[in-house]
């Protein structure tokens, strides 16, 4: 990718842009004037991991755009995207006065995108906002579509608003300092962009892939401008759908393949034992599996996602022992041991709090085979906890 790449998302709530070029952060001052003209202050939201890392890039840009800031830190990981923690910031941004025409940027992954958005949409009744991406899971997908979220009691993204943001930019060159954990995050959502859409995402990672030796793999792939495109498909697609479909009621819920499963999991295991990336990955092999059994799809589509994920680190089997450290943590049953039934049955009992289901109806995204995805509703009970157990190891 040697020039920027711009992508127009169109919602009834506004239209916006997604800035896609490698370097792109050191032209924040100037797309920050041209984009959103008018603004007085910029209050920027990441975690303590990004700072860390990236103080310096941060106060350098926030410095040449020669108005006053502030930056809120949150501690790192899921567990913090939670209503205390938005009411810090609500009570911080009065401190610093802020107003509807200032500028809210989200600097960092899925959970500051989220929780930023969040505070942005109800402060003042909305104030602008710039999501900047520096995880693959945000570039790729949650940064884009307008959803904002808190979790409550585990349940994940429990409550929320629809708000589309006013710009978003996107900096590969981010990926370069993630950890494997965090690439390998980000990969199960680029792989249900192919599984869904089939746009030749799975072969060009394939091919990417395939390209390096194991050693420095993920790290390789996210730095190679093949890659880049990848990144650009992927976000392309995920701009379609929202266009299509901005609140989540029919078409836009075909990116949620994997995720039924996938949240439900989060919740079964504490929202900290797996990140999003990992429970999303499980669960996609759950769905392939429940399609399986369902006589939707061929025996075969299982490996076509188990086959990218052995090139990408990904593991294929959920370990028992994340759902009996999850159940020793609570301290409600002692040390009780927990077997792959009751794993099971517990995460399907955990299914009842996703957004897509209602007293009368469960609705489940599954595939006929990649790029064909369908809609299933209210399937049985004992599929799903076959699936789900297909793919746990331990005893």
Do not use: W
């Amino acid at each position: 990718m040697d020039k920027l790449r711009v992508i127009n998302a169109k919602t009834s709530n506004r239209d916006y842009k997604i800035l896609i070029n490698p370097g792109l952060c050191a032209q924040v001052p100037e797309i920050l004037e041209d984009t959103l003209r008018g603004f007085e202050k910029i209050y920027l939201i990441t975690d303590i991991t990004i700072l860390s890392i990236y103080k310096d890039t941060i106060n350098e840009f926030l410095e040449k755009c020669g108005k006053p800031y502030r930056i809120f830190t949150l501690k790192q990981g899921e567990e913090q995207k939670n209503i205390d923690n938005v009411k810090k910031i609500y009570e911080d941004m009065l401190d610093f006065n802020l107003h509807r025409n200032d500028i809210v940027i989200a600097f960092g992954g899925g959970v500051v995108g989220d929780i930023a958005a969040f505070a942005a949409s109800t402060f003042h009744r909305g104030i602008k906002l710039l999501q900047f991406p520096t995880t693959l899971v945000a570039q790729v997908d949650s940064s884009i579509g307008g959803k904002t979220a808190v979790n409550i009691n585990n349940v994940k993204n429990a409550a929320g608003t629809f708000y589309q943001p006013h710009l978003i930019i996107i900096d590969p060159l981010f990926l370069n300092t993630l950890p494997e954990r965090e690439i390998i995050n980000g990969m199960a959502e680029v792989i249900k962009y192919g599984a869904v859409f089939n746009k030749n995402i799975l072969p060009d990672l394939k091919k990417v892939a395939v390209s390096f030796k194991s050693g420095s793999l993920l790290k390789s792939i996210v730095s190679d401008i093949r890659f880049y495109e990848i990144i650009y498909k992927c976000c392309r697609l995920k701009a379609m759908a929202v266009k299509k479909d901005e609140y989540d009621t029919g078409f836009r819920n075909l990116l949620n393949f994997g995720h039924t499963f996938g949240h439900a999991l989060e919740k079964e295991t504490g929202l900290d034992l797996l990140n999003h990336g990992q429970a999303v990955a499980y669960g996609m092999l759950m769905a392939a599996d429940a399609s399986i059994m369902l006589n939707i799809a061929k025996a075969g589509l299982k490996k076509k996602l188990t086959d990218i994920y052995m090139l990408l680190k990904i593991p294929e089997k959920l370990p028992l022992n994340v759902f009996c450290q999850s159940i020793n943590k609570t301290g409600n049953n002692g040390n009780k041991q927990i077997s792959r039934d009751l794993a099971a049955a517990g995460t399907v009992q955990s299914m009842s709090f996703d957004k897509k289901f209602s007293s009368k109806s469960n609705k489940f995204i599954l595939l006929r085979d990649t790029g064909r995805p369908v809609f299933v509703y209210n399937p049985d009970r004992d599929i799903l906890i076959e699936a789900i157990k297909n793919n746990i190891t331990g005893e």
